[in-house]
């Protein structure tokens, strides 16, 4: 369970990238804040997958046609923000409304649904409310820790680029791996 959390957790993304970006302009508290805010909203959905929301699924097939398109949309609206960005650290947002952001982009979150429901039907396949829970638990965790590393190696990048040129040149390459993430999922 732990290594399939692991895997899916650190493995880049999009919220991991917003992650690492508010480490990069505001400092490891910052990313810090982020990663709470994306643990928080994929142990929702998380939770939400393993109690039922599977179901929805199979009854109702638009629904994945449906969050496709979204997290599609999602991806590309990510990558335009990042790429216009200024590069101008006084600019940026605080880390509380980044946190409120990570949480509710898991739901938009292609690379987040597949794991939450890989994982729920792997670990959590009988919906069983106490597996479903330990499951959970166990990858808040593991995704806690995983996501508090992209915002510490943000911090980290961010001191190196230290806003202007640096750091416009970190948003496009950024807005780059998420039009390469959106046209992953072009059909």
Known sequence: MAGFALAASISPGPVNLLTLRAGA???WPAGLRVAWGATLGFTALLLLAGLGLQSAWARWPWLNEALHWAGLGFLLWMAWQLA???????????GGTGAWLAAAAQWLNPKAWLAALAGMGLFAGGGEPSQVVRFAAIYALVCLGSMACWGVAGAWL??????????????RVLALLLLFSAAALWR
């Open 25 to 27: 302009l505001r400092g």
């Open 84 to 94: 216009r960005d200024p590069g101008q650290i006084g600019e940026a947002g605080d």
């Open 158 to 171: 961010g001191r190196r680029v230290q806003g202007g040129a640096g750091l416009k040149w970190l948003n």
